[in-house]
């Protein structure tokens, strides 16, 4: 590993840190992170695959009120790192992306917990008028929870294969084991979260179709995708012209009943002539 892919790695690391915090480009998404960091070590199918299989288990990790998500950052970076490094299977991404996430999910507890006091700072700011002060509390803040992740990946970084290796064949089989069995569950959860959404009762022929397809044919996922977006393309399509007609007809509906109405009123007049 170069200098230039350790520099690129620590962005990404950096990159997805704060975006776990800003949740507008979803960089700290593992599809995104785990892609990023397998496109920088040459092994881009591995990032997808791990990437995707972890955005399942991930569908379920969110922060709601006070309860604080694992940090799904940490887990993507470091996981597709030693996946990728140590030429592990994906089963034991999993199993190590599980740990990380929690031990994410201490640290980013850790890191606001400190970022209060940069929030008081900025509020002290605030009622002197300082805008350029508070300005720099907000970078001081987004820059910790960018460090929160950089720092524990510079770690892994630093540390040779051959430790990592031992480390991870230190782990007992049982400790493996279960955390696969249980990043199975979790993913088994998520695709169930993803049904659930998907169920509207016009989306579901689509649905069917989709089950349909991949059982009678040899459509690859590249086929499927474009035959989804065809599809919802088609779907707009109509409901749109559906639409248009409809207001049309209310449109030609409400000219015809004023028409009657003007008929009416001019009888009227003749009558009382």
Known sequence: MNIIQIILILLVAGI????????EAQTHRPLVACTLIGLILGDVKTGIILGGTLEMMALGWMNVGLAMAPDTALASVISTLLVINTHTSIGEGIAIAVPLAAAGQALTIFVRTIVVFFVHKGDDFAQKGNYRAIEWMHVIALGLQALRVMIPTGIVLALSTSAVEGVLKSIPTVITGGLQIGGGIIVVV??????NMMDVPELKPFFYLGFLFAAFTKFNLVGFGGLGLILALLYLQLEYSGKNNNSQAAVASAGSSQQSSSADDDLDDDLDD
């Open 16 to 23: 997805a840190g704060m975006g776990s915090v800003l949740d």
């Open 190 to 195: 998520g695709y169930a979260m993803v049904i």
